[in-house]
């Protein structure tokens, strides 16, 4: 996952990023207003930690405008304005939850999670494709309630998947997601995480293959084998 935190007290900034970064999350800093609309125009977020006084656009403004212009990525506001009428604001105005400062890092992380799972239609911390059950605040996955040996990056790759199940997603994607824009690789190897992932399932399910190649525009994860003509097509005729 790639979070963007818009918070301009550098202490707090390190604080979340370490947080982020202890969980496997990629995380971007923007410590002004007009900084953080900047990076929303040019990369694609899974959440959006939002502090709302900042020194030049505040928090409410940066909300309203993102979602004037549709941008529905989960906003987590992290403030230390604690009165209930900042916190209806901006719930009214499109945020996904609010926390106030001080704050725990455990539940920073808990609601980043939850408010990612309801923005992909997921309410639980489990998800769950076929015999897959993918653990999001444990980070694990088993498979016939075997446990998947995974790297950091494959896990990211199937999680990503999962929360997007039944959309084809470019490869480019997956890069963007597992390093964050830093030092990226050529693309090309994100065949070969999905080609570890598929071994690695049809280990545990006797061949079964699950996640889909969409020629020319990506992968999908399915359900089963017997999604793969009707998914395809259909998101073929989506796009």
């Known amino acids: 996952m790639r979070i963007l935190v818009v918070e301009d007290e550098g202490s707090i900034a390190q604080r979340i990023e370490t947080a982020c970064a202890d969980e496997g999350y990629s995380c971007d800093i923007a410590s002004t207003g007009s900084e953080a609309l900047g990076m929303l125009k040019f990369y694609d977020y899974d959440t959006l930690v939002l502090d709302l ?28 304005l604690n009165a209930i009428d900042d916190k209806v604001k901006c719930l009214s105005i499109g945020a996904d939850d609010y926390l106030t400062k001080p704050f725990s890092k455990v ?3 808990a609601r980043i999670n939850a408010v990612i799972r309801r923005s992909s239609g997921h309410f639980s911390q489990v998800i769950k494709v076929g015999p897959i059950s993918i653990d999001t605040k444990r980070r694990s996955v088993t498979i016939y309630g075997v446990e998947m040996q995974l ?8 999680e990503l998947l999962a929360l997007k199940k039944g959309t084809v997603l470019p490869k480019e994607v997956f890069l963007n997601h597992i390093y964050g824009g830093m030092d990226e690789p050529e693309v090309k190897i994100v065949d070969v995480f999905i080609c570890k992932l598929r071994k690695k ?4 399910t006797g061949g079964l293959n699950f996640i889909e190649t969409v ?15 009707s998914q395809v097509t259909e998101t073929l005729k989506a796009g």
Do not use: C, H, Q
């Not at 006084?53 to 230390?80: H, K, Q, W, Y």
């Not at 790297?151 to 199937?158: F, N």
């Open 53 to 80: 006084m900042l020194p030049d656009i505040d928090g409410f403004e940066i909300l309203s405008r993102i979602r004037a212009i549709r941008n529905s990525t989960p906003v987590v506001i992290l403030s230390g």
């Open 107 to 109: 539940e920073l992380l």
């Open 201 to 204: 399932i049809a280990d545990l």
């Open 215 to 229: 020629w020319g525009r990506g992968y999908m994860l399915k359900d089963s084998e017997d999604d793969s003509d």
């Open 151 to 158: 790297t950091s990056k494959e896990y990211a790759i199937l």
